[in-house]
């Protein structure tokens, strides 16, 4: 079963934002190897600077309002052994006629936002580059859509997940980008 779409905005709670700020008040680090450098993970000073700035410096209410300008959506698609998935999105429909459905999969690590950049692009077309009406999922377990309850949750049912979600939105035939999750299918 497929439910229709309802429009979606992002709104963290308060105490979820307060907590993150706490713990991040609270960290404490190791001391830095000598000649540290990337081949080990960050180095200790990136990830101290990265911690600082996510605690003083980081407006999490800005990014926020950024992103729910996007049209975001979440709808229940139904999958072969694992029930119904709440299963997040923005669709970007393009103002051309005859546009292209196009499905956009964000690689992991990432997320839909890999596509925001891209979409007033990809939508306008011109006249030497065809529109399209652009759906970029967050993959179960991914951002706002929820995860899978059970094992076993792989390649196959993310395809079929956001093929799904591709025909509740009435296109049975369009392109697909992928950046590496779904780039076997």
């Known amino acids: 079963m497929m439910t229709t779409p309802t429009s979606f905005q992002i709104n963290i709670p308060e105490s979820s934002i307060k907590s993150l700020h706490d713990k991040l008040s609270l960290a404490t680090f190791p001391d ?10 960050a180095p200790l000073s990136h990830v101290k600077r990265l911690s600082e700035y996510w605690h003083n410096g980081f407006d999490w209410r800005a990014q926020e309002a950024k992103l729910n300008k996007l049209p975001q959506f979440k709808s229940k698609i139904a999958t072969e052994k694992f029930g119904e998935l709440d299963v997040h999105f923005v669709h970007e429909k393009s103002k051309v006629d005859g546009a292209i459905p196009l499905l956009f999969v964000h690689g992991w690590p990432g997320s839909f936002i890999e596509v925001t950049k891209l979409l007033p692009i990809l939508t306008a077309g011109s006249e030497t580059q065809p529109a399209f009406h652009v759906v970029a999922p967050s993959l179960p377990g991914f951002g706002f859509s929820d995860g899978p309850k059970e094992r076993g949750f792989g390649l196959k049912q993310h395809a079929e997940t956001v093929h799904n979600l591709m025909l509740s939105l009435g296109y049975d035939e369009y392109g697909m980008s992928n950046s590496s999750i779904l780039s076997p299918c």
């Open 32 to 41: 830095e190897l000598t000649d540290a450098n990337w081949e080990l993970g």
